[in-house]
């Protein structure tokens, strides 16, 4: 049983469930473009599409804090690349022990 005396040993950190949030930000920064691309001649056609282009970065603006705030929430964000992958190979060493144990116990008769 030298599998169980090597097990690495992860904290039980409660999983928060994060809703997925749509996130659409081309078709706003499409819109953006266009609204700088197009140059009235008329002065209050300027200032209407400038109103508009305003609108538009502050919609995506809003947009891209949201994704931010959704980002900060997932757990795990919080560590290294290099952690990360180690708390990945810890729980998957982990996840084959339970699945050799399974097996195991599966085959005995009792």
């Keep these: 049983m ?3 005396e090597t097990k690495p040993q992860i904290c039980n950190i409660p999983e928060t469930k994060i809703q997925p949030v749509e996130i659409e930000i081309l078709p706003v920064v499409y ?11 008329d002065n209050t056609a300027k200032q209407k ?4 282009c305003s609108h538009k970065v502050t919609e995506l603006q809003k947009t891209l804090d949201a994704a931010r705030s959704t980002i900060r929430k997932l757990h795990g964000i919080e560590y290294s690349k290099e952690e990360q992958l180690r708390r990945l190979e810890s729980l998957r060493k982990q996840l084959a022990l ?4 399974i097996k195991k116990y599966k085959n005995v008769q009792f």
């Design 49 to 52: 599409e400038s109103a508009e």
């Design 98 to 101: 339970k699945q050799q144990l």
């Design 31 to 41: 819109d953006i473009i266009r609204s700088v691309e197009k140059d009235p001649i």
């Design 2 to 4: 030298d599998a169980v």
